[in-house]
């Protein structure tokens, strides 16, 4: 039996204790060993897919080789260190401090909606282009502010809240594979036309991975703010392009927020047609703030939630 089934009272402690660590102390995106991934995953992409125009088949085989050559030898070296450790509950810790990196985007979110108030919309364009796939250099000013909100809680159901997930379910080392899962799914995004098919095995078992963060994301903004709402716009958004994971997160963040998400959105210079969810209001810079508020209290929340499940285990353990 792993060791995390033995001790699973204490990984929710865990988790809080590098939630708060994660909030008050921030590692530098030039320090954050992601980074060092995300350079790897660019250069593999680069040597094992060169022609968009291969056979398919030969694209979705490169693309599977490839997305097992970053996360199987990490999780092989990452490994051994527990069978070394004297403590793995503390190396779980570090690897769940490493894979959140989550409260950088919180505070680029703020960033942009400063920019956007002080009608500096080239600099908050330059600030929200690396955190998104869509092109941003046409967006207005509403535009901007409701691609932050949807990066933002995107981000938090895929990085927050899935990473956490993953680790509770098992361990650092889980949390690890499905952040490098993460990370090239951005990285090889299908969404891209050179990526279409070399990039899928990757979309595939992320769209898995992530879902159960995705529900429990939507559900718990449903509860804390208007779950009604959220029910009928969910009932509305059947009907869009949208995968499910983004309908379920979209249509609370409408409901929550009081303003209308989705819409067409650019990659490549390619439009892709999307209907607009929610009410007729368009988000603007006092939005954007909003969201951002929420999200914090949402965080508290769910914080709440771990500390209220542990206090039940101990009892649970106790008794």
Same mark, same amino acid.
């Given at each position: 039996?792993?060791?995390?089934?033995?001790?699973?009272?204490?990984?929710?402690?865990?988790? *809080?204790?590098?939630?708060?660590?994660?909030?008050?102390?921030?590692?530098? !995106?030039?320090?954050?060993?992601?980074? $060092?991934? +995300?350079?790897?995953?660019?250069?593999?992409?680069?040597?094992?897919?060169?022609?968009?125009?291969?056979?398919?088949?030969?694209?979705?085989?490169?693309?599977?080789?490839?997305?097992?050559?970053?996360?199987?030898?990490?999780?092989?070296?990452?490994?051994?260190?527990?069978?070394?450790?004297?403590?793995?509950?503390?190396?779980?810790?570090?690897?769940?401090?490493?894979?959140?990196?989550?409260? #950088?985007?919180?505070?680029?979110?703020?960033?942009?909606?400063?920019?956007?108030?002080?009608?500096?919309?080239?600099?908050?364009?330059?600030? *929200?282009?690396?955190?998104?796939?869509? &092109?941003?250099? %046409?967006?207005?000013?509403?535009?901007? @502010?409701?691609?932050?909100?949807?990066?933002?809680?995107? +981000?938090?159901?895929?990085?927050?809240?899935?990473?956490?997930?993953?680790?509770?379910?098992?361990?650092?080392?889980?949390?690890?594979?499905?952040?490098?899962?993460?990370? @090239?799914? &951005? !990285?090889?995004?299908?969404? #891209?036309?050179?990526?279409?098919? /070399?990039?899928?095995?990757?979309?595939?078992?992320? !769209?898995?991975?992530? /879902?159960?963060?995705?529900?429990?994301?939507?559900?718990?903004?449903?509860? *804390?703010?208007?779950?009604?709402?959220?029910?009928?716009?969910?009932?509305?958004?059947?009907?869009?392009?949208? @995968?499910?994971?983004?309908?379920?997160?979209?249509?609370?963040?409408?409901?929550?927020?009081?303003?209308?998400?989705?819409?067409?959105?650019? #990659?490549?210079?390619?439009?892709? &047609?999307?209907?607009?969810?929610?009410?007729?209001?368009?988000?603007?810079?006092?939005?954007?703030? %909003?969201?951002?508020?929420?999200?914090?209290?949402?965080?508290?929340?769910?914080?709440?939630?771990? $500390?209220?499940?542990? *206090?039940? &285990?101990?009892?649970? /353990?106790?008794?």
């Amino acid at each position: 039996m792993p060791y995390w089934l033995d001790d699973l009272s204490a990984y929710p402690l865990v988790l *809080l204790s590098i939630w708060l660590l994660g909030s008050q102390l921030l590692l530098p !995106q030039d320090y954050q060993p992601l980074t $060092f991934f +995300r350079i790897f995953a660019k250069q593999l992409a680069a040597k094992v897919h060169p022609d968009p125009n291969r056979a398919t088949s030969q694209q979705l085989i490169s693309g599977s080789l490839a997305l097992a050559l970053v996360i199987l030898p990490t999780l092989g070296l990452l490994a051994p260190l527990y069978w070394l450790s004297d403590w793995p509950l503390v190396l779980d810790g570090l690897l769940l401090y490493f894979c959140l990196d989550f409260v #950088y985007y919180r505070k680029q979110s703020h960033k942009i909606a400063l920019a956007v108030s002080q009608q500096q919309n080239s600099r908050a364009k330059d600030l *929200l282009q690396p955190l998104v796939l869509r &092109q941003t250099q %046409g967006l207005s000013s509403t535009g901007l @502010c409701k691609a932050t909100i949807e990066m933002l809680w995107l +981000r938090t159901a895929k990085q927050w809240i899935g990473v956490s997930f993953w680790f509770l379910i098992g361990g650092g080392l889980a949390a690890v594979a499905y952040r490098l899962l993460l990370l @090239c799914n &951005q !990285q090889w995004n299908d969404k #891209y036309s050179n990526f279409r098919y /070399f990039g899928r095995p990757a979309s595939l078992l992320t !769209q898995w991975a992530s /879902f159960p963060a995705i529900l429990i994301t939507a559900l718990l903004l449903a509860m *804390l703010t208007d779950i009604t709402g959220a029910f009928r716009h969910w009932r509305e958004a059947s009907r869009l392009k949208l @995968c499910l994971p983004h309908l379920l997160i979209l249509g609370a963040l409408a409901s929550a927020l009081r303003v209308n998400l989705a819409g067409p959105v650019m #990659y490549q210079q390619q439009k892709n &047609q999307r209907q607009r969810l929610g009410a007729a209001h368009l988000p603007q810079v006092s939005d954007l703030l %909003g969201s951002v508020k929420l999200n914090r209290q949402f965080q508290l929340y769910s914080a709440l939630f771990v $500390f209220i499940f542990s *206090l039940l &285990q101990v009892l649970w /353990f106790i008794y």
